[in-house]
């Protein structure tokens, strides 16, 4: 059974609870609906998360950075307390999204971090609207390319297997089989991709399980996933990005995976290992992100 949380977790009381000035707000935007905390004052700096976490998964590096930037922290389109519409999750669309976001809020520039999904929105959002982009930091994920059609279904023994996502592609079941019981895939995934599990606490894991417990959330989620065939079609006719980029990549996830990929994604681009990391870096090593955002963004 899930540890027992006795502190709110709604979206307002989390960004609340925060050391600093955080709000949450939303906005109406590219034909969805946005939810977003902000925080800080200077140069705007839009954090973009992953599956299956949603903006908190930055809550230890906000205050930190809300100390230099103007920090907003998105749910993605399908996300917490963003809209789960039909359909619109491939990357170039919720890449609209994020645009259409900083048109919202007076924004014509921003620099962006993204963390799993999110930094495929990001390197999207530099490849198709450079003029609204600073620059880009990939943390431990790059945007889907044509070699991730190859991946095995039957893995080599002691190799780390991405099982889930074959599994998030699959329509109707995973809503069935996980709806009030997603705690019981997160404890698997932080089990076996953090370095240190114990890094995403209860209280957290609490957040992301009530954020993902319903079908409609599951199916939003997935749709990610579901999406990425689209999202190889239209990097094929991406050109490298322009804009400096940033890749981070934890020691016991993906830095060596991003090394080879990196490289061939932009023309300015640099790949650090975040040490005695796994998958989650914001939360398993913060002040090693934020140390490495700032002297990356300025």
């Known amino acids: ?21 955080f709000t949450s707000h939303h906005a109406e935007v590219n034909g969805t609906r946005l939810h977003y905390v ?13 599956w299956p976490q949603t903006w908190w998964q930055w809550n230890k590096v906000l205050p930190a950075l809300a100390r230099r930037y103007r920090v907003i922290a998105v749910d993605l389109r ?29 924004l014509e520039r921003a620099h962006i971090a993204g963390h799993d999904i999110g930094a495929m929105v990001a390197y999207a959002l530099a490849a198709n609207h450079p003029e609204a982009t600073g620059r880009i930091a990939l943390l431990d994920v790059s945007h889907p390319e044509q070699s991730w059609t190859r991946m095995p279904l039957i893995p080599q023994p002691g190799t780390y297997h991405l099982w889930w996502f074959a599994f998030n592609q699959v329509h109707g079941l995973p809503e069935q089989l996980l709806a009030g019981r997603y705690h019981l895939l997160l404890d698997w995934l932080f089990g ?3 370095a240190d599990p114990a890094s995403v606490d209860a209280r957290s894991r609490a957040v992301y399980a009530r954020a993902y417990d319903t079908p ?48 061939a994604l932009g023309t300015d681009t640099r790949v ?24 990356f963004f300025g």
């Open 216 to 263: 409609e959330a599951i199916r939003a989620g997935n749709g990610w996933y579901r999406a990425f065939a689209q999202d190889i079609t239209d990097l094929a006719g991406y050109a490298p990005v322009t804009v400096p980029l940033l890749a981070l990549g934890g020691e016991h996830s993906n830095y060596d995976v991003l090394v080879e990929a990196v490289p």
């Open 192 to 194: 076996a991709g953090a």
């Open 38 to 50: 902000e925080g800080g004052s200077g140069e705007p700096l839009v954090l973009l998360g992953g």
């Open 272 to 295: 650090v290992r975040v040490d005695d990391s796994g998958h989650y870096l914001p939360e398993e090593q913060p002040e090693t992100v934020v140390a490495e955002l700032v002297a």
């Open 78 to 106: 399908g996300m917490g307390g963003s809209a789960k519409p039909e359909g619109g999750y491939d990357k170039k669309t919720m890449a609209a999204d994020i645009l259409a976001l900083l048109t919202h809020l007076g």
């Open 1 to 21: 059974m899930p540890a027992t949380i006795t502190t709110p977790l709604d979206d307002a009381s989390l960004a609340a609870s925060l050391d600093g000035c």
